[in-house]
């Protein structure tokens, strides 16, 4: 059941677009180093555990264009690990590897109007149910494009 990291997605703050790239730090109880919730910048200043990091598969991104016809990219709906092959409901309340980094899944990333209103896409119900996974950062280590993402429970 494992899977690949796809993309790498950060901002620097609120609102402002996102940037590729290829390799990321993600630092326990802090967050991915350089997004906005690393910085403390984010819609939610108090970082959560839930907001340390957010992954979503690229499967959900490609069946929302092909079932409702929809331009949708990864970037749009604004999570930090697109993934493939690992169906991430699977693990809430789980822990897994990214990387060289420790994760555990807190809760589904359901779509909200505020990532709609940014992407300005009707992408919220869609996305409902597969818009990802919230996770806390529980040890820390190295993610890059490509890396395998592997259930440990």
Excluded: W
């Excluded at 929809?70 to 930090?80: L, S, T, Y």
């Excluded at 690992?86 to 309340?93: D, P, Q, R, S």
């Amino acid at each position: 059941m494992a899977g690949t990291v796809e993309r790498i997605l950060i901002t620097a703050s609120e609102g402002q677009p996102i940037d590729d790239v290829e390799s990321i730090n993600a630092h326990a109880g802090r967050g991915l180093e350089g997004d906005r919730y690393f910085e403390g910048k984010g819609k939610f200043k108090k970082l959560e555990p839930k907001r340390q990091a957010t992954l979503i598969e690229s499967e959900a991104i490609t069946a929302v264009a092909r079932d409702y016809g929809i331009d949708v990219d990864a970037a749009d709906v604004r999570r930090n690990i697109v993934t493939r092959g690992i169906a991430l409901n699977h693990l809430v309340g789980k822990t897994f590897r990214v990387g060289d980094a420790i994760f555990k899944g807190i809760k589904l990333a359901e779509p909200c109007d505020y990532m709609q209103k940014i992407a300005g896409k009707p992408i919220r119900e869609p996305l409902k149910h597969r818009g990802g996974l919230r996770a806390e950062i529980v040890e820390s280590g190295s993610i890059s494009v490509g890396d395998e993402i592997a259930p440990l429970d």
